[in-house]
Nanobody, 121 residues
Framework: QVQLVESGGGLVQPGGSLRLSCAAS????????MGWYRQAPGKERELVAA???????NYADYVKGRFTISRDNAKNTVSLQMNSLKPEDTAVYHC???????????????WGQGTQVTVSS
């Protein structure tokens, strides 16, 4: 009922930048939180950054000062600008959206399929 389409991953050299984007569509009444998680090989999925409808943000310590999350409430999109990328940022990045469906205002939490980010020289 909710579809997430991610874009923007790829291969970049250390110190470089990438911008990830995610668009949500479907039977959405409202979206509360939009965020990005990542999962590296052999590791658990972890929060990278999240943003509320009002614009409050939460970042993992290891990306503070390097990554910036933003959203367009009118378009149901969220973006992650990643600067000063490091090899340890290599992972599959997943978009995550939480909100209410139009059907009975029931809550939902949806995940994108993920986009690969590889930081390597």
């Amino acid at each position: 009922q909710v579809q997430l389409v991610e874009s923007g991953g790829g291969l970049v050299q250390p110190g470089g930048s990438l911008r990830l984007s995610c668009a949500a569509s479907g039977s959405i009444f409202s979206i509360n939180v939009m965020g990005w998680y990542r999962q590296a090989p052999g590791k658990e999925r972890e929060l990278v950054a999240a943003i509320t409808t009002g614009g409050s943000t939460n970042y993992a310590d290891y990306v503070k000062g390097r990554f910036t999350i933003s959203r367009d409430n009118a378009k149901n999109t969220v973006s992650l600008q990643m600067n000063s990328l490091k090899p340890e940022d290599t992972a599959v990045y997943h978009c995550n959206v939480e909100g209410l469906l139009t059907w009975k205002r029931s809550s939902f939490r949806s995940w994108g399929q993920g986009t690969q980010v590889t930081v390597s020289s």
